[in-house]
Every structure is written in C-alpha cells, then in structure tokens.
C-alpha cells in the first residue's frame, strides 16, 4: 500500500514536469487508533501527526483528539505479516490546509503507521461542518386521558323467516327430474 502511494507520487512527477504540488487545499483527516493507546500515547500521536503536517508546510484549521468508540463492525488489518481483528478504536480528526505534494506524502506515512487502524482524507472547505447536537424538544402536556366507554351498538338485523317447505309427491319429483334431463 505504502508502496501504491509512492509510486502514485512518482508518477504524477513524471507525466508533470512542473507539478509543484499545486495550491493548498483544505483536507480533513480522519483517523481510527488503536484502543490500547492510553490518552498520553493518543495525544503523542496527534502531535506527531501535526508535526508532519506542519514539516509539510501545512497549517491546522482544527481538530479533535481520539476519542474512545466501538466499531459498527469488527475491522481486519494486516501489518507485518500479521492480522489483527479490532472491534474498539480511538476516532480522531483533524482540519488542515496543505498543498496536494504534500497530501501524498503524509498519506505514505500514514500507511506505514502501525498504531492506525484506518484513516482516510478527503478535500473539504474552511468552515465547521460538524452537525450540532440535537437538543430535544419539548413536548407539551396533554390533559390526563379518561379511559373510553365502550360503544353500545344495537343492530337490528332482520331476521329471515323461512318460507314454508314444499312436500313434493313422488310423482312431481320424477315429473321435475324428467324435465330437467331433457333440457
């Protein structure tokens, strides 16, 4: 992976001559740290993190530290040869401004990071993005509710009176069937 991004590097020098890592941009950073960090060893990371942003000739526009979370899903990675399987992370990120030589070169270093689990960054704007916390409204009272009566329905469903039944003689049966064979 480290390996993809220099050779991404190179080749965006080759096939440009004059690529001088074009304007600075504003990027978020977004990153998941290992959950056995303790918070000093966090806080270690960010600054060394600011650190190489800075060596870049970037500029922070703001940031928050890891904070402990459980993941949706256990995530997998690899690293030295070894897999390791993560369901608690640290989450932190931040806001900078850097020119686009210099995003290629902290995300190679970013890869080759053992503490992170998974980062990602992205092209974003200048000003505060972050949805605010929802404050519940407020629901007024409602009177107290009186249990309901149940409905009294009467239905008058008139009853049909059975007509009075026929007796048939053998002979009008047979005289019935004969008629109605031969239609």
Partial sequence: MVEDVTKTIKNTE???????????????IGYHIISSLHEEDTLAFATTLRSMVEKEGGTFVSE??????TLAYDIVTAFGGKKQKYSESRFGW??????????????????AEQKLIRFCVFKTV??????????????PERAPRTPLEPLKIERRIPIAK??????????????????????
């Fill in 14 to 28: 080759e096939k440009n001559p004059t690529f001088d890592g074009g304007e600075a941009s504003v990027y978020e």
């Fill in 64 to 69: 928050e530290l890891g904070k402990p979370m």
């Fill in 94 to 111: 931040f806001k900078c401004t850097l020119p686009q030589k210099a995003v290629l070169k902290i995300k190679t270093a970013l890869f």
């Fill in 162 to 183: 059975e007509a009075p039944r026929q007796t048939l003689s053998d002979e009008e049966i047979d005289k019935t069937i004969e008629e109605l064979i031969a239609s």
């Fill in 126 to 139: 200048r000003e505060d993005t972050r949805a605010g916390k929802r404050i519940a409204r407020e629901v």
